[in-house]
C-alpha cells in the first residue's frame, strides 16, 4: 500500500474521470492530470471494477500487483513530460482496468499460477507505459502545421453535393 500522501483522495479521482486527460490501453486505462507545483511527487490511486470479480479478495490481489508494480519501478516518484505542455513534472494518475476487455484479461491469466499471473500482468503494465511514451514521442514529432490540421473527417468535407 502506498503512504497516504502518495494515494489520491476520493475527490481527485472523481476530478481524474471527469476532467482529467484519458488514455486506453488493451486492459487498463489511466486518467491523468498534471500536480500542484508545491506537491514534488506523483499520486496514484488503482481501482479494481466489479466487473473483473464479484469477490473481493481477487480484486486485491490484482490491486496488490498493481501496486507492487508501481513501487518496484518507482513511479511515484519519477517525473513525465506530457505533450501539451512540453513540461517535466508530477502527476496525479488514476489506474483501473479497460471495462471492454475485462472477459480477454481474465482468459490470459485464468489458468496461470500466482507467480505466473503477476509476471503476465507486470508485463501488460510495462507494455502500457511504453506505448504511452510512444504514443507521447510520436505526438511529439509531428510538425506544428500537423498539430493543427483540419480533421479529414469533419463534417464539412464529408457533406455530398447533389449536382
Same mark, same amino acid.
Not at 475527490?11 to 514534488?40: A, D, W
Not at 496488490?64 to 513501487?71: L, R, T
Not at 517535466?88 to 488514476?94: C, D, Q, S
Given at each position: 500500500m502506498f503512504q497516504k500522501k502518495l494515494r489520491l483522495k476520493t475527490k481527485e479521482v472523481r476530478f481524474l474521470t471527469r476532467k482529467g486527460i484519458r488514455y486506453y490501453g488493451r486492459y487498463f486505462s489511466f486518467h491523468?492530470?498534471?500536480?500542484?507545483? $508545491? #506537491?514534488? /511527487?506523483?499520486?496514484?490511486?488503482c481501482h479494481i471494477s466489479i466487473k473483473y470479480d464479484k =469477490?473481493?479478495?481477487?480484486?486485491n490481489k490484482l490491486k496488490k500487483i498493481i501496486?507492487?508494480?508501481?513501487?518496484?519501478?518507482?513511479?511515484?516518484?519519477?517525473?513525465?513530460?506530457?505533450?501539451?505542455?512540453?513540461?517535466?513534472?508530477?502527476?496525479?494518475?488514476?489506474?483501473?482496468?479497460?471495462?471492454? $476487455? #475485462?472477459? /480477454?484479461?481474465?482468459?490470459?491469466?485464468?489458468?496461470?499460477?500466482?507467480?505466473?499471473? =503477476?509476471?503476465?500482468?507486470?508485463?501488460f503494465l510495462a507494455q502500457h507505459f511504453v506505448e504511452r511514451e510512444h504514443k507521447l514521442l510520436s505526438f511529439q514529432s509531428k510538425t506544428a502545421h500537423d498539430k493543427h490540421s483540419k480533421n479529414p473527417h469533419s463534417y464539412k468535407k464529408n457533406i455530398q453535393r447533389k449536382d
Amino acid at each position: 500500500m502506498f503512504q497516504k500522501k502518495l494515494r489520491l483522495k476520493t475527490k481527485e479521482v472523481r476530478f481524474l474521470t471527469r476532467k482529467g486527460i484519458r488514455y486506453y490501453g488493451r486492459y487498463f486505462s489511466f486518467h491523468s492530470f498534471p500536480q500542484y507545483p $508545491n #506537491i514534488l /511527487h506523483n499520486q496514484i490511486s488503482c481501482h479494481i471494477s466489479i466487473k473483473y470479480d464479484k =469477490r473481493a479478495v481477487h480484486r486485491n490481489k490484482l490491486k496488490k500487483i498493481i501496486i507492487n508494480y508501481i513501487q518496484e519501478e518507482d513511479i511515484t516518484t519519477k517525473q513525465r513530460t506530457v505533450w501539451w505542455t512540453w513540461k517535466t513534472g508530477y502527476y496525479k494518475i488514476f489506474i483501473g482496468l479497460n471495462k471492454q $476487455n #475485462i472477459e /480477454h484479461f481474465k482468459t490470459k491469466i485464468k489458468d496461470l499460477n500466482k507467480k505466473e499471473q =503477476r509476471k503476465t500482468i507486470q508485463q501488460f503494465l510495462a507494455q502500457h507505459f511504453v506505448e504511452r511514451e510512444h504514443k507521447l514521442l510520436s505526438f511529439q514529432s509531428k510538425t506544428a502545421h500537423d498539430k493543427h490540421s483540419k480533421n479529414p473527417h469533419s463534417y464539412k468535407k464529408n457533406i455530398q453535393r447533389k449536382d
